[in-house]
């Protein structure tokens, strides 16, 4: 049976520098301030959708390994809670490649754009982890409002419960999309 994976991922922002729902940049970033990835979710499904194996891994940033206030409030990512149970990009990077291995790999926004970008700022040059974004599909074939197009309230367009306090938590959202395709019937192939 052919597998599915799931993947979203948090990243370090500051207030202001994030996109909206409705994806308008709100102010450009500064030179310093790096998408670096501080938290892989990911979910393994069958093509019934059900759930199989799932991984949330806490990753260490290099250029600001101190969390501002703004992203740890977005996240619910502690600084202690990084120190504890983070690794580094590279050590993540092998975990979520064996984890992806013989799957497809979705995610809905830019995580595959941030997952080369992360790549690039740890010089690791392997990029056979293929991530589609399907973004654009749920919006278009299965008509979802770009005002719910965003991970952490998708689900809410088809009546699911909002659960605030886990917005934005990678493996909450990945979770979130999933109940998604398992409702609008998402074509997986």
């Given at each position: 049976?052919?597998?599915?994976v799931i993947?979203d991922?948090?990243?370090?922002s500051?207030?202001?520098?994030?996109?909206?729902?409705d994806?308008?940049?709100?102010?450009?970033?500064k030179d310093?301030?790096?998408k670096?990835i501080?938290?892989?979710g990911a979910i393994?499904?069958d093509?019934?959708?059900k759930i199989?194996?799932?991984?949330?891994?806490?990753?260490?940033p290099?250029?600001?390994?101190?969390?501002?206030?703004?992203?740890?409030?977005?996240?619910?990512?502690?600084?202690?809670?990084?120190?504890?149970?983070?690794?580094?990009?590279?050590k993540s990077?092998?975990?979520?490649?064996?984890?992806?291995k013989?799957?497809k790999?979705?995610s809905?926004?830019?995580?595959?754009?941030?997952?080369?970008?992360?790549?690039?700022?740890?010089?690791?040059?392997?990029k056979?982890?293929?991530?589609k974004?399907?973004?654009?599909i749920l919006?278009k074939?299965y008509?979802?409002p770009n005002k719910?197009?965003?991970?952490?309230?998708?689900?809410t367009?088809?009546g699911?419960?909002?659960e605030?306090?886990?917005?934005?938590?990678?493996?909450?959202?990945s979770?979130?999309?999933?109940?998604?395709?398992?409702?609008?019937?998402?074509?997986?192939v």
């Open positions: 049976m052919k597998k599915y993947l991922l948090e990243w370090t500051w207030k202001g520098n994030h996109r909206d729902g994806c308008i940049l709100l102010q450009k970033r310093w301030q790096k670096e501080i938290q892989i393994k499904f093509e019934n959708y199989v194996d799932s991984l949330n891994i806490y990753v260490k290099i250029f600001n390994p101190i969390l501002g206030d703004y992203i740890k409030k977005l996240t619910g990512i502690s600084q202690e809670k990084l120190e504890k149970k983070g690794t580094t990009f590279a990077y092998k975990i979520i490649k064996k984890f992806c013989n799957t790999v979705f809905n926004g830019d995580d595959g754009l941030v997952m080369k970008i992360n790549l690039n700022y740890n010089r690791i040059k392997d056979k982890l293929k991530i974004n399907i973004k654009k919006n074939k008509k979802i719910f197009l965003p991970s952490p309230i998708i689900h367009f088809f699911y419960k909002l605030k306090s886990e917005m934005h938590s990678a493996i909450h959202d979770h979130n999309v999933l109940k998604v395709l398992k409702k609008t019937k998402f074509s997986l």
